[in-house]
């Protein structure tokens, strides 16, 4: 249920005023360089605004999709290598936190010693599958394969109650498909057809790199066909996407006594008992006719394909950090056959990757001391409570809800919790070892410690003082169970803010990201929580319908975009982000017009473009991308945003004043006429 605006980069610039004051040489924010100005606004935004940078940024092998804010994630990057290498090149004591960094770092990039050791990182667990002889002995297995991060079959996490959003239960969701969505084994399209083929073939070489095909004296083929017919009885099981998005599908608490009774094969008992919950009482059940799935499969599956099923998710689970042979087999399917990358990036890059996700808190913090002191904070606090005070106007001005509705809704709006920058209790790492016997070892442990870490929410009052990312992610997020938003240090600089420029472009960037999470208050999922973050209805009954009727406006135009000849756009998938785009656009656009009368924004021309114009323009560099066939197939199946040039080209036709601002009119390929635009906050 988070919202995330899938961004990339880092963060440097810093606010250091409460109110910004225009300097003597302050630019526009506009880099004309970006930009193709021999293409038409009116026909094609996104080339007008961002052709000069995607002629000027190829992509290279490395990447499947590059755009401005993966340029930054570079930078970024590079950033937390030398923070970490600093580390790595010196000796610190045994279990510090500097030292369980150094050791993990050069336990990735020990390249000889990965290549010495093979398979053998994974061939005690493998051994252990291949001797499974009894449904007993596959039980506990499973609670073992989950203690370690390894899920088959479902996921356990620990989320808000939605009936009691000031508590923690623990959840079951569907997992348990090695290729992570449903429509990769059940559509029949040419493409995922050839995925599918390309799957089976890595699944093959990597039951026989892994030794399991010889230890179980089963061709790998044969092994590989098992897991197969597995993981699409669970895929046939599985919600799509869309459903996915539903929350009141995907609530179902209920005691443990009736998840038992429902699957005595699971023997759920035992398993909350072995994961380190023994006081389970009850808990969601998110999806219920998947957990049936799994009992279904438990029952009367064969073992020798519920072994060859496990030891496939220890294997591909592994294989990142394992030798180069099982590195380049996962690259080859998950890199160059899903999203069309040539190369692998650089060993240091994944370490750096890996470290994050294992110490990512840790990381944060030094990176926070180098590049983020606290007074940074202080400008981006300001620009949010200027977008609050923006909805809030739009909220009153609508002409479409009751009053009713309207004043819950800015009630919601005033009670969101806002996080900027980082957290202001760091996590504790002491409990985490880390060691230099594999490099593969140390990530079970740390999936070890994330799970208990985890578990030792569930049944207690919810931390609404946790992030739910690091402060380098440039990334930022909505969590309606909390009514929350989060901008992480790493985004606090261009394209999203630029300290230099005028702000029309900084609210046409920074601004409609501000206004984009908040708006996921009140996108199709969000406004179904109140301002406590319970799953409630708190909208008058024409007014829901009303807000349903406007929001199909969104689907049925996202639905017609054509992203590769013969594939079009998931309108009911990419709902939410295009009401949360159309919401932070609007929101932005008033929060500017009012900095403008305050004389904080230039109402004047710079560079030849009216604040409206940069507004625009600004909105557009965010979004500057290049991007392969192959991914944009791949993101279309599963990301819940729509891509790149549709956050501009399909989105920005729905916002009068773009098509005022650049004089987009009937017949231009950009217009489209007020009665069939969507407007909703």
């Known amino acids: 249920m988070k919202k995330f605006v899938i961004l990339a980069g880092c963060a440097l610039a810093l606010f250091t005023a409460s109110k910004p004051v225009p300097a003597p040489n302050q630019t526009s924010g506009i880099d004309r360089a970006n930009m193709d100005t021999t293409a038409n606004p009116a026909d094609d935004f996104y080339q007008y605004a961002c052709g000069g940078w ?19 994630a570079e930078e970024n990057q590079s950033k937390l290598k030398e923070l970490i290498t600093g580390l790595a090149q010196q000796q610190h004591a045994v279990g510090s936190i500097p030292d369980k960094i150094a050791t993990l770092y050069n336990m990735g990039m020990d390249s000889v010693k990965l290549q010495q050791q093979g398979a053998a990182p994974i061939k005690p667990l493998l051994d252990v599958i291949s001797k499974l002889a009894t449904k007993k002995q596959i039980q506990s297995e499973l609670i ?15 989320e808000a109650d939605y009936t009691n959003s000031k508590m923690t239960i623990a959840w079951l969701y569907q997992g348990g498909i090695g290729m992570g969505q449903r429509d990769y ?18 699944m093959t070489k990597m039951f026989d790199l892994s030794g399991y095909a010889k230890l179980t004296k089963t061709p790998a083929a044969k092994l590989t066909e098992e897991v197969m017919a597995l993981e699409t009885e669970l895929a046939k099981a599985s919600f799509d996407r869309v459903t996915l998005r539903d929350p009141h ?26 994961v380190g919950l023994p006081n389970m009482k009850s808990m969601n059940v998110a999806q219920p006719e998947f957990i049936k799935a799994v009992q279904n499969v438990l029952k009367n599956g064969k073992p020798s394909a519920i072994k060859a099923y496990f030891a496939w998710n220890v294997i591909n689970t592994a294989a990142p950090y394992l030798s180069e042979d099982f590195v380049k087999t996962n690259f080859a399917f998950f890199g160059k056959a899903m999203s069309g990358r040539e190369v692998m990036r650089p060993r240091w890059k994944r370490v750096v990757t890996t470290i994050n996700g294992s110490l990512g808190e840790a990381v944060g913090q030094m990176y926070v001391e180098k590049y983020f002191p606290p007074s940074a904070k202080k400008r981006m606090v300001e620009l949010v409570h200027n977008l609050q005070d923006a909805f809030a106007q739009r909220i009153q001005a609508s002409e479409w809800m009751d009053q009713q509705t309207k004043n819950t809704a800015v009630e919601k ?9 980082y957290p202001d209790k760091w996590r504790d790492y002491s409990n985490l070892k880390v060691s230099t016997d594999s490099y593969f070892a140390n990530i079970l442990r740390s999936n070890q410690f994330d799970l208990a870490y985890m578990l030792n929410k569930v049944d207690k009052p919810t931390d609404v003082n946790e992030w739910l990312m690091t402060p380098q992610t440039v990334n930022a997020y909505y969590q309606p169970t909390t009514n929350e938003i989060c901008f992480p240090a790493a985004i606090l600089q261009p394209p999203f803010f630029n300290q230099q420029a005028d702000d029309a472009t900084n609210y046409g960037a920074i601004g409609v990201v501000i206004g984009h999470e908040m708006t996921h208050g009140f996108d199709d999922e969000g406004r179904q929580y109140d301002l406590t973050g319970n799953l409630k209805d708190w909208w008058q009954p024409e007014d829901s319908k009303k807000f ?12 017609n975009i054509e992203v590769v000849p013969g ?7 990419t709902l939410g982000e295009n009401l949360a785009d159309n919401g932070g656009l609007h929101i932005s656009y008033v929060a500017m017009q009012n900095a403008m009368k305050k004389g904080d924004v230039n109402a004047n021309k710079m560079d030849g473009f009216t604040p409206a114009q940069r507004f625009f323009l ?7 991308s290049n991007i392969r066939e192959q991914e944009m197939l791949r993101l279309t199946k599963l990301d819940p945003h729509s891509l790149a040039k549709w956050r501009v080209d399909g989105t920005l036709p729905h916002i009068d004043m773009f098509l005022e601002a650049f004089g987009v009119k009937p017949g231009d390929k950009m217009y489209l006429p007020k009665e069939k635009q969507a407007l909703i906050w």
């Open 54 to 72: 995607m002629k000027n940024h190829p992509l290279t092998a490395e990447y499947a999709r590059y755009g401005s804010f993966d340029k930054l």
């Open 249 to 274: 599908k995907n609530f179902n608490k209920m005691e443990l006594a009736k998840l038992v009774a429902m699957t005595p094969d699971v023997d759920f008992n035992a398993y909350f008992k072995g």
């Open 567 to 573: 594939t079009k756009a998931n309108g009911k998938l």
């Open 618 to 624: 600004g909105y557009a560099t965010v979004w500057a």
């Open 413 to 421: 709006l005033k009670a969101i919790h806002v996080k900027i920058g």
């Open 548 to 559: 349903d009727t406007r929001a199909s406006v969104l689907v049925d135009y996202f639905n």
């Open 144 to 158: 073992t394969l989950h203690k370690n991060g390894i899920f088959p079959f479902f996921e356990l996490a620990a």
């Open 185 to 202: 084994y059940l559509e029949n399209d040419d493409h995922t057809k050839e995925i599918r083929a390309k799957y089976q073939e890595m």
